[in-house]
């Protein structure tokens, strides 16, 4: 149990376009889930936490304008990436918050998206 | 507010000899740890968690974990490397709490093993 899906896995997109990444809870329903930006050989970096339902908080130093979260439903949360550039290429990986026995939440990881923008 | 310092950023071991990845945590309360792996190119996988009950904490693959407070430690070890556990780890510290779920992330150690 506790399956988090992003799709697609891999994108490469002209600049000037927009993107968007699909993160969804397969076996779960995810009252809020995260996204992440990861660069090649750092940490996991937190954009952005967003609650079904509700606008998105984001991190400082993030372009709310930029990087667009709607969190639609208990098991979908997207993130568009407009009028993308090369410098935002990256990994970009989502997670789920679950509620587990014993009501201790746990975070579920997405397998991740690789955008690439020429 | 809370941090995470892994230790090495890069750890070399022979395949079969014990693995050591390193954690130093710093948080305000008594805080949750994990540990997390990821292969090349994936997300994410949860390898072990310690949520305050025993402070030896078993998890996948045949590794643990000890929690010691007063070292501030949370060391990641495994008896025997397998060619399987080359990727980069991840020590993950949450402040404990009701509601308490925004994780922070340490800089990663990259575990190679050689044949």
């Known amino acids: 149990g506790a399956v988090v899906s992003q799709h697609p896995s891999r994108v490469i997109c002209k600049s000037g376009t927009s993107v968007k990444i699909e993160c969804r809870s397969l076996d779960f329903q995810a009252t809020t889930m995260f996204w992440y930006r990861q660069f090649p050989k750092q940490s996991l970096m937190l954009m952005a936490t967003s609650n079904e339902g509700s606008k998105a908080t984001y991190e400082q130093g993030v372009e709310k304008d930029k990087f667009l979260i709607n969190h639609a439903s208990l098991t979908l949360s997207t993130l568009t990436v407009t009028s993308a550039h090369p410098e935002d290429s990256s990994f970009y990986i989502c997670?789920?918050?679950?509620?587990?026995?014993?009501?201790?939440?746990?975070?579920?990881f997405g397998p991740g998206t690789r955008l690439t923008v020429t | 507010a809370q941090s995470v310092t892994q230790l090495d950023s890069h750890v070399s071991v022979s395949e079969g000899t014990p693995v050591l990845l390193r954690c130093n945590y710093s948080s305000s309360y008594s805080p949750s740890l994990f540990w997390y792996v990821q292969h090349p190119n994936k997300g994410l996988q949860l390898l072990l968690k310690?949520?305050?009950?025993?402070?030896l904490v078993k998890g996948i693959n045949g590794f643990e974990a000890e929690f010691k407070k007063s070292e501030t430690s949370f060391h990641l070890t495994k008896p025997s490397a397998h060619m399987s556990d080359a990727a980069e780890y991840f020590c993950?510290?949450?402040?404990?709490?009701?509601?308490?779920?925004?994780?922070?992330f340490g800089k990663g150690t990259k575990l190679s093993v050689i044949p």
């Open positions: 993950v510290v949450r402040p404990s709490g009701a509601g308490s779920y925004q994780l922070t």
């Open positions: 310690y949520t305050s009950a025993a402070t």
């Open positions: 997670s789920a918050r679950a509620i587990e026995s014993g009501a201790a939440y746990e975070q579920y």
